[in-house]
Each structure stands twice: as C-alpha cells, then as structure tokens.
C-alpha cells in the first residue's frame, strides 16, 4: 500500500502561484510514475503533469508552459508549481502514483491517490 497526502492548495488571484506538494509513504519502492490530476465542478478528473522515478515528465496542453512537476526521490515527495493561474484552474487537485509507467498518459487511472486539495483562483 502507498499513502499520498497532498498540501499547499489554496485561494489566489488570477496570475498568481501556488506550489503543491505531495508526501508518500507506505511500499514506495514499487513507484515508477507519479502524478498530478484535478476535477472541476461537474467534469472529469483530467491528468495535468507526470513524472517518472528517472524524470520524464508529461504535461496537459493546457498549463504546458505554466506548470511544472518535479519530484524529490530522497524525500519520497512530488511538487507541482503552478504559474500564471487561470480562473479555470479552479479545481481539486490530486496527487496519484502508480508502478506503470503508462499511467503518465492519463490513459489509465494511477492505482494509489490522495484525498486532495483545493486550489481556487478568482478572477
């Protein structure tokens, strides 16, 4: 098993930033791919950054150029700085891992998640 809890969500003005940042625990030594997706108000949970154990990364189109992941190995930890925010960045954000590597496309579902955190932006 594999805890993920996520922190530093929040309210911000648009063009703002925030830094997410998640902590896991538990049989780590199986992770390969972490994760970061959202879920707005009435849509689908949408994969926003990736990054496997040896540091590829993936990006949604809309906050390639906004956004980046990193990940701290030693810290068992994943980081998503988000720049120049958007009011339709609006949403909870979750942090999720998975020993697939495939699961950095958004295609497959990451099996471990945390409960989330909320980042608002107001316009």
């Known amino acids: 098993q594999v805890q993920l809890v996520e922190s530093g969500g929040g309210l911000v003005q648009a063009g703002g930033s925030l830094r997410l940042s998640c902590a896991a625990s538990g049989s780590i030594f199986s992770i390969n791919a972490m994760s970061w997706y959202r879920q707005a108000p009435g849509k689908q949970r949408e994969l926003v950054a990736a990054?496997?154990?040896?540091?590829?990364?993936n990006y949604a189109d809309s906050v390639k150029g906004r956004f980046t992941i990193s990940r701290d190995n030693a810290k068992n930890a994943v980081y998503l700085q988000m720049n120049s925010l958007k009011p339709e960045d609006t949403a909870v954000y979750y942090c999720?891992?998975?020993?697939?590597?495939?699961?950095?496309?958004?295609?497959?579902?990451?099996?471990?998640w945390g409960k989330g955190t909320l980042v608002t932006v107001s316009s």
């Open positions: 990054i496997a154990s040896g540091g590829s990364t």
């Open positions: 999720a891992a998975d020993d697939l590597i495939a699961t950095m496309t958004g295609q497959i579902y990451p099996h471990y």
